[in-house]
């Protein structure tokens, strides 16, 4: 069955680094888009990046443009949110989900089928 893992979540200091990763199992990777979701207490859940295994395409909110970097391990079925210069407003749960088979990179929740459980960053001192 389809099963995405998210990993890497912790406590981080402003201005720290975290890496997550992603591993998905039970379909092929090559035909979709994965992308990253975080949900912050009593807040929407935010789309704020994604990579195409298509073309390779990747995208990113404003909020996190030039401080995130997603990139992908096709032998690793993985997917990995580098995340640098955090600031507290980074806090939040963080997810990652699979795009509906056709669609491209969407900041949608409603676009995305499968959901991994989670893991939690926050950013504090």
């Known amino acids: 069955q389809v099963q995405l893992v998210e990993s890497g979540g912790g406590l981080v200091q402003p201005g720290g680094s975290l890496r997550l990763s992603c591993v998905a199992s039970?379909?092929?990777?090559?035909?979709?888009?994965i992308a990253w979701f975080r949900q912050a207490p009593g807040k929407e859940r935010e789309g704020i990046s994604c990579i195409s295994f298509i073309d390779g395409k990747t995208g990113y909110a404003d909020s996190v443009k030039g401080r995130f970097t997603i990139s992908r391990d096709n032998a690793k079925n993985t997917v990995y949110l580098q995340m640098n210069s955090l600031k507290p407003e980074d806090t939040a749960d963080y997810f990652c989900?699979?795009?509906?088979w056709g669609y491209g990179c969407s900041p949608t929740r409603k676009d995305y089928d499968y959901w991994g459980q989670g893991t939690q960053v926050t950013v504090s001192s």
């Open positions: 039970g379909f092929t990777l090559e035909h979709y888009v």
């Open positions: 989900a699979r795009v509906i």
